[in-house]
């Protein structure tokens, strides 16, 4: 077996070869800090009173390694906060030093939605379209309506019927219609309706309480006009009669509805992979982001350490056998860096928009109880 060498307290950092991936590598507080994090982690380890079977790029690679997880618990936090505010946005900047204002697109993209299926706006086409109906047939297939017209089948979604009786205007019986006042009522273009002379003869709230009476007996004395539509089968009450009509009403296309609930534009966010965050800038990182990744550093060497420590359980000298630590170096590894890492998303959680804003009316309630004790002066004019 080859005589490999072991850390010699003497680490040397090289540009391009030191770390596996060279992510920091041209940074040059990385460089400087890569010297300082070995001694560091080694010292921790127990060097020069024992051997550490690690080498400067094993060093190297843990602060690599540290660096980038501290970067991607950064950014992921960044992207659950913020990925609302993201979807859709360009893919084509980077990130890392951006500051993202929330904003209300995805949201309204959503109220679109709500908007179509009332009517109100919306972004899918409400088309019109017409029946004739038929004499003694009540129940018409809307779904071979929508064939005949060239649509799928089934692709049709009725939004709006109008199938209602004559207004009740058109059915008031008008006592003064004949009179001497018609010639006045043909000079403002009233003739064509009914009750004409009511309106200069009698008052607005006669009129409305006429029309309200025969909409009220159309109502309770004979069949009211309404429809159901089940599977698109419309049935419509009462049946109509013989005279030729159409039944106009409003339909969009669910094909329409769902191209439009899905983008496949390119070079936007779709999922939080897309989103661009890259490495982050080492020199940017301040104290306490580096403090972080230093003791992330020494985690990673001692679960290296104990690895490489437990290959041999034991190792023979002079008259006897010496033990080596692998499982409490193992063990106390996993702790720290599942600690570390708790420690850093509930860092994070705190500085989220929603625990500052907490804070911040926390303290306002706090300032005002205190205010509300503070005596107020008295003026005496």
Same mark, same amino acid.
């Given at each position: 077996?080859?005589?490999?060498?072991?850390?010699?307290?003497?680490?040397?950092?090289?540009?391009?070869?030191?770390?596996?991936?060279?992510?920091?590598?041209?940074?040059?507080?990385?460089?400087?800090?890569?010297?300082?994090?070995?001694?560091?982690?080694?010292?921790?380890?127990?060097?020069?009173?024992?051997?550490?079977?690690?080498?400067?790029?094993?060093?190297?690679?843990?602060?690599?390694?540290?660096?980038?997880?501290?970067?991607?618990?950064?950014?992921?936090?960044?992207?659950?906060?913020?990925?609302?505010?993201?979807?859709?946005?360009?893919?084509?900047?980077?990130?890392?030093?951006?500051?993202?204002?929330?904003?209300?697109?995805?949201?309204?993209?959503?109220?679109?939605?709500?908007?179509?299926?009332?009517?109100?706006?919306?972004?899918?086409?409400?088309?019109?379209?017409?029946?004739?109906?038929?004499?003694?047939?009540?129940?018409?297939?809307?779904?071979?309506?929508?064939?005949?017209?060239?649509?799928?089948?089934?692709?049709?979604?009725?939004?709006?019927?109008?199938?209602?009786?004559?207004?009740?205007?058109?059915?008031?019986?008008?006592?003064?219609?004949?009179?001497?006042?018609?010639?006045?009522?043909?000079?403002?273009?009233?003739?064509?309706?009914?009750?004409?002379?009511?309106?200069?003869?009698?008052?607005?709230?006669?009129?409305?309480?006429?029309?309200?009476?025969?909409?009220?007996?159309?109502?309770?004395?004979? @069949?009211?006009? %309404?429809?159901? #539509?089940? /599977?698109?089968?419309?049935?419509?009450?009462?049946? *109509? =009669?013989? !005279?030729?009509?159409?039944?106009?009403?409003?339909?969009?296309?669910?094909?329409?509805?769902?191209?439009?609930?899905? @983008?496949?534009? %390119?070079?936007? #966010?779709? /999922?939080?992979?897309?989103?661009?965050?890259?490495? *982050? =800038?080492? !020199?940017?990182?301040?104290?306490?982001?580096?403090?972080?990744?230093?003791?992330?550093?020494?985690?990673?060497?001692?679960?290296?350490?104990?690895?490489?420590?437990?290959?041999?359980?034991?190792?023979?000298?002079?008259?006897?056998?010496? !033990?080596?630590?692998?499982?409490?170096?193992?063990?106390?590894?996993?702790?720290?860096?599942?600690?570390?890492?708790?420690?850093?998303?509930?860092?994070?959680?705190?500085?989220?928009?929603?625990?500052?804003?907490?804070?911040?009316?926390?303290?306002?309630?706090?300032?005002?109880?205190?205010?509300?004790?503070?005596?107020?002066?008295?003026?005496?004019?």
């Amino acid at each position: 077996m080859a005589n490999i060498p072991i850390y010699d307290g003497n680490p040397i950092f090289t540009s391009g070869s030191s770390t596996p991936f060279g992510f920091y590598d041209d940074d040059s507080a990385f460089q400087a800090d890569a010297v300082k994090v070995a001694n560091f982690c080694a010292r921790r380890l127990g060097y020069p009173i024992v051997d550490i079977e690690l080498q400067d790029n094993n060093f190297f690679a843990a602060f690599e390694q540290a660096t980038t997880v501290y970067g991607n618990e950064l950014f992921a936090y960044k992207i659950r906060q913020d990925y609302l505010s993201l979807e859709g946005a360009s893919t084509g900047s980077n990130l890392d030093n951006a500051i993202i204002t929330p904003n209300l697109g995805n949201i309204i993209k959503q109220s679109l939605q709500y908007g179509t299926e009332a009517g109100s706006g919306g972004d899918v086409d409400w088309k019109t379209g017409s029946l004739n109906l038929t004499a003694s047939v009540q129940v018409y297939d809307m779904n071979q309506w929508a064939i005949d017209q060239g649509y799928q089948d089934k692709d049709i979604e009725i939004k709006r019927l109008y199938y209602e009786s004559p207004p009740a205007i058109v059915k008031s019986f008008d006592p003064y219609s004949g009179t001497g006042m018609m010639n006045i009522i043909d000079q403002f273009g009233w003739s064509n309706y009914s009750p004409a002379s009511h309106f200069t003869l009698m008052p607005l709230n006669y009129d409305l309480q006429i029309i309200q009476q025969i909409e009220m007996n159309d109502t309770i004395r004979r @069949s009211a006009f %309404s429809f159901e #539509i089940q /599977n698109n089968k419309l049935r419509l009450f009462p049946i *109509p =009669n013989g !005279t030729p009509s159409k039944l106009h009403f409003q339909y969009l296309l669910k094909s329409e509805r769902l191209a439009n609930s899905i @983008s496949t534009q %390119s070079g936007v #966010i779709t /999922n939080v992979s897309d989103v661009p965050y890259a490495n *982050p =800038n080492y !020199t940017r990182i301040n104290s306490i982001g580096r403090s972080w990744i230093f003791e992330y550093t020494l985690a990673l060497c001692k679960e290296m350490l104990g690895y490489i420590r437990g290959k041999y359980t034991t190792v023979p000298i002079p008259n006897a056998e010496m !033990t080596l630590n692998q499982s409490d170096l193992l063990s106390s590894a996993l702790n720290d860096k599942t600690e570390l890492i708790e420690r850093l998303r509930e860092f994070f959680d705190e500085t989220s928009r929603e625990k500052l804003l907490e804070r911040r009316s926390l303290e306002t309630e706090n300032r005002n109880k205190e205010i509300s004790n503070v005596p107020m002066p008295i003026y005496i004019f």
